[in-house]
Nanobody, 123 residues
Framework: VQLQASGGGLVQAGGSLRLSCAAS????????MGWFRQAPGKEREFVAL????????YYADSVKGRFTISRDNAKNTVYLQMNSLKPEDTAVYYC?????????????????WGQGTQVTVSS
């Protein structure tokens, strides 16, 4: 599976962005897709996950109610709609894929990673 993230940019606080992650491979609909982010000097942290097959979603507490993860299996793409953005959301955002659902908040349990896209929120 190869992943290509896009959609990052510069936005003012309170604004919105939608990230996309295009995936290759014929098993996309059954694979679990996640978003992580990494700010300078900080560890990579879990943002959101959408499971394969049932589209169950999970979110970090810091983004719950503001971010929405979704997927379009016909386009092999997962999205992260980010609303009410805050300066502390500034980071490089990565999409990732894993075959199992367990330990989905832990980066090392993911099988594939995209290249990252920069999101900068100005105050």
């Amino acid at each position: 599976v190869q992943l290509q993230a896009s959609g990052g940019g510069l936005v003012q606080a309170g604004g919105s962005l939608r990230l996309s992650c295009a995936a290759s491979g014929r098993t996309f609909s059954s694979i679990n897709m996640g978003w992580f982010r990494q700010a300078p000097g900080k560890e990579r942290e879990f943002v959101a996950l959408i499971t394969g097959n049932y589209d169950t979603t999970y979110y970090a507490d810091s983004v719950k109610g503001r971010f929405t993860i979704s997927r379009d299996n016909a386009k092999n793409t997962v999205y992260l709609q980010m609303n009410s953005l805050k300066p502390e959301d500034t980071a490089v955002y990565y999409c990732a894929a894993k075959y199992s659902v367990g330990y989905f908040r832990t980066p090392s349990y993911y099988n594939y990673w995209g290249q990252g896209t920069q999101v900068t929120v100005s105050s």
